[in-house]
């Protein structure tokens, strides 16, 4: 007990909240399920707007033309969490006029209704899905982390890109940036044909 108190205490001077375990486990979630874990990438052209909409979307849908996707772990009862949303409701609406990337809320609230209320006060833009909702876990590319806020990078395909604080949302430009850089510099490695072997 001692020993949770001390990294709840660390946990919260660092600026993350640590999860509510009890909330989740109440909800029927096992321990193993709480661990942070990779999501498959699958090979859907939009595979995150196709799980997507196999959950409970709330604030309306994800942008499906968006390149990548910034799943943001926040609550409402999180300090940190609110202390960060307008500067993320900022970058969102920079996000929506560049038209590469979009947010997915990953609410971590007791409640639907505390979700929704958390999102109103923000007025906030981007859709969201509640944490304890059954499908939230086929998301492909997603990485629970172990307190928020926290976000994941995705590509539209799936793939876990990115994780970390959720200022980096800050620098989602620079982000999605690199991401595409290194996209390019696949795409051009794999169109160049290799070097015949010498004899």
């Known amino acids: 007990m001692k020993t949770s108190a001390f990294l709840f205490v660390f946990a919260c001077l660092l600026g993350v909240a640590p999860l ?55 609550a409402s009862w999180c300090g940190p969490c609110q202390r960060e949303m307008p500067e993320i409701v900022k970058a969102h609406k920079e996000m929506k006029k560049d038209g590469r990337c979009d947010i997915i809320l990953i609410g971590a609230d007791n409640s639907v209704a505390a ?14 899905i509640w944490k304890q909702d059954k499908d939230v876990k086929q998301m492909p590319g997603i990485s629970f982390p172990p307190g928020i806020p926290f976000v994941n990078l995705v590509s539209a395909d799936g793939k876990l890109l990115y994780t970390g604080h959720a200022n980096c949302i800050r620098d989602w430009k620079q982000l999605v940036d690199q991401a595409d850089a290194k996209k390019a510099e696949s795409a051009e490695s794999s169109e160049q044909p290799g070097e015949e072997p010498e004899l």
């Open 20 to 74: 509510p375990v009890v909330a989740q486990q109440a909800a029927g979630d096992t321990p193993a399920a709480l661990s942070p874990k990779k999501g498959k990438a699958t090979s859907a052209k939009n595979a995150v707007v196709t799980a997507a909409k196999k959950c409970k979307l709330i604030n309306g849908k994800p942008s499906d033309k968006a390149s990548y996707y910034f799943y943001l772990f926040s």
């Open 115 to 128: 979700m929704k209320a958390y999102i109103k006060s923000h007025k906030a833009k981007f859709s969201a």
